[in-house]
């Protein structure tokens, strides 16, 4: 852990020399960026902040952060990083809410545009037979949440966690419990303004520059920083039945899941999660459920199993409760849990959606928010998913997990294969979400290196069994690496490249592309 921390010291150190080497160097940089007329401003000093981000591993301090405050800003910042063209190492990263895990949103000695900025452009709610909102890239879903709401409305997409923004979930794909139903976040999203890496400012959908729409929707910012962006919207439900099943069986477990999420299910959200162990705050981050009554329910003995939980959630309103509580009671007969183990918990729609917000105000409150957080986020084709369960729950994560391990499926069909977005090729993938934290100073089962290298054994396993997965959020170090995760999609990733961000100057932090210099 020692050496851990030396090594971090020695990299910040490395870089903070980096970024007075790139001032010396460059003072036209600076001095150029300070004279461009824009809105909002430049901060040349206090850039500590954008160097951090939730996976609290990775630091590279910026040069400067731009607070834009229109549009124009960001365009004419990246116009100028351009036209200095390839002869400048300046590069341009959008940073959303800096949620990321491995320093995605950070530019070493570069320029981090701080698009939370932004939300003061405002929302416009467009109601109707088919609502949407027009919002801007920077706004927390949280935000167009609370917004929508006062008009009866809600986005149909979401992610378990509404503090992240439109841009930087859009960047990804934005996954829930809900995309079996209505597809990840990019499905749902008619337009996007979009400036470009040229710091062209352009208006993109289905049929108006559909080849830029689709390269930004999960393309990890590489071909342009999205500005504003049309989210749909459906009318919202008052209250929401939030239910939770045990299993004992994986595959009896799976096999309901996938019952569940094909043809017409009842329930708005699935998900499920693996129990190994489990005990501490840590492990329970997400526990801002309060069953009504969990007596009946804690009889059951785990006896130390390794358990699968199947959460649901029914939407409704007040005046629908009676015939949703049959529904429920019939639908919850087809499944095959273990019939003592039902949980169940009414909550309005916004404390259901804003649940891991409530775990963070408890951590953060024990000073266990802002530790590392070394993620796996895995998709894993249907036809695979036992032979995963299998090894890793027995032999790699055997007794003890470092935080949640989501798992559910979605359906293929729900997502657009013309995004950027890499996932497996069959009907039905699932969702396996690694979400440990490390305890900063441990150099045991909960340290940073012991998760770091159960992460390395999973992947190794994935690879060896050859599994046909794709890492969600993904992180690599090499472009060889980048190019076996996109495999025959890696053409039409660099030729969007080359099209949109011709120097690639844009999201350095994914370390996909090396500016040209
Ligand atoms: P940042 O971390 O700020 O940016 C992410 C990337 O997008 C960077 O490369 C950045 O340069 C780029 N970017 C940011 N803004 C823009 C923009 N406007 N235009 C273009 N590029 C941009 N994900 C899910 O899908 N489902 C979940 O349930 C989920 N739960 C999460 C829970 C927690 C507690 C956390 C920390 C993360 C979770 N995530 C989930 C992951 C999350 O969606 C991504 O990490 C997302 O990128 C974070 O958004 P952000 O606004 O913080 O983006």
């Not at 999203?189 to 208006?203: A, C, F, I, P, W």
């Not at 004992?248 to 996938?258: G, L, P, R, S, Y």
Request: charged share 20%.
């Amino acid at each position: 852990q020692g050496n851990m921390l030396f090594l971090r010291s020695f990299v910040i150190l490395l870089l903070s020399c980096m970024t007075i080497k790139t001032n010396l160097c460059f003072p036209s940089l600076l001095s150029s960026l300070k004279t461009l007329p824009i809105d909002g401003h430049f901060d040349f000093e206090q850039v500590r902040h954008a160097a951090k981000d939730f996976g609290n591993r990775y630091s590279f301090l910026p040069l400067a952060v731009l607070h834009p405050m229109s549009v124009s800003d960001i365009a004419s910042t990246v116009k100028h990083v351009w036209l200095m063209g390839p002869g400048s190492e300046l590069t341009v990263a959008a940073r959303g809410h800096g949620h990321s895990l491995q320093g995605q949103a950070q530019a070493p000695a570069g320029v981090v545009i701080n698009m939370e900025s932004l939300q003061g452009l405002g929302m416009q709610f467009h109601t109707g037979n088919f609502p949407y909102v027009d919002v801007s890239g920077g706004e927390l879903w949280i935000n167009i949440l609370r917004q929508s709401l006062k008009h009866g409305l809600a986005p149909k997409s979401w992610t378990d966690y509404l503090h992240l923004t439109v841009g930087g979930t859009l960047s990804n794909a934005g996954i829930s419990g809900q995309a079996f139903r209505h597809g990840p976040q990019i499905s749902n999203v008619h337009q996007l303004e979009v400036v470009t890496g040229k710091g062209e400012v352009v208006n993109c959908s289905e049929k108006q520059n559909s080849d830029l729409f689709y390269s930004v929707l999960g393309g990890l910012g590489q071909f342009g920083i999205i500005t504003r962006a049309r989210i749909s919207l459906e009318p919202a439900p008052e209250m929401v039945k939030w239910i939770r099943v045990l299993y004992t069986d994986f595959a009896t477990f799976a096999k309901d899941q996938e019952k569940l999420i094909s043809g017409e299910s009842m329930f708005d959200y699935i998900e499920g999660f693996v129990i190994i162990n489990r005990t501490g705050l840590l492990n329970n981050w997400r526990s801002s459920f309060n069953p009504q009554d969990p007596v009946q329910a804690s009889k059951f003995k785990s006896d130390g199993r390794t358990l699968y939980c199947l959460e649901l959630a029914k939407y409704f309103n007040r005046d629908e409760t009676a015939g949703v509580n049959r529904e429920i009671k019939s639908s919850l007969s087809q499944l095959n849990h273990v019939p003592s183990t039902l949980f169940l918990a009414e909550v309005p729609y916004i404390e259901f959606l804003d649940r891991v917000h409530i775990s963070e105000i408890k951590l953060r409150s024990k000073g266990l928010w802002e530790v590392p957080h070394p993620w796996l986020n895995l998709l894993i084709p249907r036809s695979k998913i036992q032979i995963f369960a299998q090894h890793v729950f027995a032999n790699i994560l055997t007794d003890t997990s470092n935080g949640p391990v989501l798992i559910y499926p979605v359906n293929k069909s729900k997502w657009d294969n013309r995004t950027s977005v890499v996932i497996p090729e069959e009907d039905v993938f699932y969702l396996v979400a690694f979400l440990s934290s490390a305890v900063p100073s441990s150099t045991g089962t909960d340290g940073l290196d012991h998760i770091l290298i159960q992460n390395k054994r999973i992947l190794e396993f994935c690879e060896i069994a050859r599994l046909g997965v794709k890492q969600y959020l993904p992180h690599y170090s090499t472009q060889r690496e980048w190019k076996a995760h996109f495999g025959s999609r890696w053409e039409v990733f660099a030729r969007r490249k080359s099209s949109y961000d011709p120097l690639a100057m844009l999201a350095p932090g994914q370390r996909i592309f090396q500016k040209a210099i």
